[in-house]
């Protein structure tokens, strides 16, 4: 079973419109590591380069992202 940790991650400036720019959340493998493309949780394809990964949320998160993770198990 692999150790899958969500990280956030943002487009860079002038990759995408700024609309665009919503954090998405991301399921890595810390034993992997981040690869070359990562599939957010609302199915968007990011390739290493033209994102940024951020410590907490910046700006607007991506909705779809948010109810697509996976419950920590806590709560309902
Ligand atoms: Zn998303």
Excluded: N
Excluded at 47 to 69: D, F, H, I
Aim: proline share 7%.
């Amino acid at each position: 079973m692999a150790d899958l940790v969500t990280v956030i991650v943002r487009f860079l400036p002038g990759v995408v419109g700024e609309t665009w720019r919503t954090s998405h959340l991301v399921p890595v493998d810390i034993e992997v590591g981040i690869p070359e493309t990562v599939s957010t949780y609302c199915g968007v394809r990011i390739a290493r380069g033209t994102a940024e990964v951020l410590e907490a949320y910046a700006g607007m998160p991506c909705e779809l992202c948010l109810l697509k993770q996976p419950r920590s198990g806590a709560g309902a």
